[in-house]
Antibody, heavy 120, light 110 residues
Framework: EVQLVESGGGLVQPGGSLKLSCVASGFTFSGSAIHWVRQASGKGLEWVGRIGGRGNNFATSYAASVNGRFTISRDDSKNTAYLQMNSLKTEDTALYYC???????????WGRGTLVTVSS | QSALTQPPSASGSPGQSVTISCTGTSSDVGGYNFVSWYQQHPGRAPKVIIYEVSKRPSGVPDRFSGSKSGNTASLTVSGLQAEDEADYYCISYAGSKNFVFGTGTKVTVL
């Protein structure tokens, strides 16, 4: 069974940093792209970014709203993906989902999310 | 990259059909056959119900169907059931490994 478990969320002040983790199981992690998607309370889904698998040279891409502030990485030896968030703003407050994409395009398997709150 | 445009709400009685549109541009919806649709119930993670415009993952009822014409993709739910009441989102590939979600549609079963 495919499982994705996010962790690392919490309360952080504006301008601060936070690093989210996504531990995967039930599939060959190295072969899948991993996306991060966020959802503010009562709002819609927003694509944050993605990292490709080994076959895609671990290429990363980001939404304009987070480009330059957020960095996605992965450690295939630990079946874990990360989302490093710097220079956080109040508008980054959201539930952050880790999503597996077997082919890079279909966001097929979702974790349950971890909540990030940016507030003073 | 601007969010794809979806109607805020849609509704239908049990057994009826409802169609949700997802309008983008030639740089996203119109340029690629990588449009997916997600169903999200309150407090739950989204679930893919359509991918690559019209393909259904195993386990998704054939009441759900997808299509695309030009810069607009559509999701049709036929034979509406109470459990179809949820939020629905489209997402499209937008080139250069970027993606963009739709604004979301709340479907109500009357």
């Amino acid at each position: 069974e495919v499982q994705l478990v996010e962790s690392g969320g919490g309360l952080v002040q504006p301008g601060g940093s936070l690093k989210l983790s996504c531990v995967a199981s039930g599939f060959t992690f190295s072969g899948s792209a991993i996306h991060w998607v966020r959802q503010a309370s009562g709002k819609g889904l927003e694509w944050v970014g993605r990292i490709g698998g080994r076959g895609n040279n671990f290429a990363t891409s980001y939404a304009a709203s987070v480009n330059g502030r957020f960095t996605i990485s992965r450690d295939d030896s630990k079946n874990t993906a990360y989302l490093q968030m710097n220079s956080l703003k109040t508008e980054d407050t959201a539930l952050y989902y880790c999503v597996r994409s077997p082919d890079g395009y279909n966001l097929a398997y979702w974790g349950r999310g971890t909540l990030v709150t940016v507030s003073s | 990259q601007s969010a794809l445009t979806q109607p805020p709400s849609a509704s239908g009685s049990p057994g009826q059909s409802v169609t949700i549109s997802c309008t983008g541009t030639s740089s996203d919806v119109g340029g690629y056959n990588f449009v997916s649709w997600y169903q999200q119930h309150p407090g739950r993670a989204p679930k893919v119900i359509i991918y690559e415009v019209s393909k259904r993952p195993s386990g998704v009822p054939d009441r759900f169907s997808g299509s695309k014409s030009g810069n607009t993709a559509s999701l049709t739910v036929s034979g509406l059931q109470a459990e179809d009441e949820a939020d629905y989102y489209c997402i499209s590939y937008a080139g250069s490994k970027n993606f963009v979600f739709g604004t979301g549609t709340k479907v109500t079963v009357l």
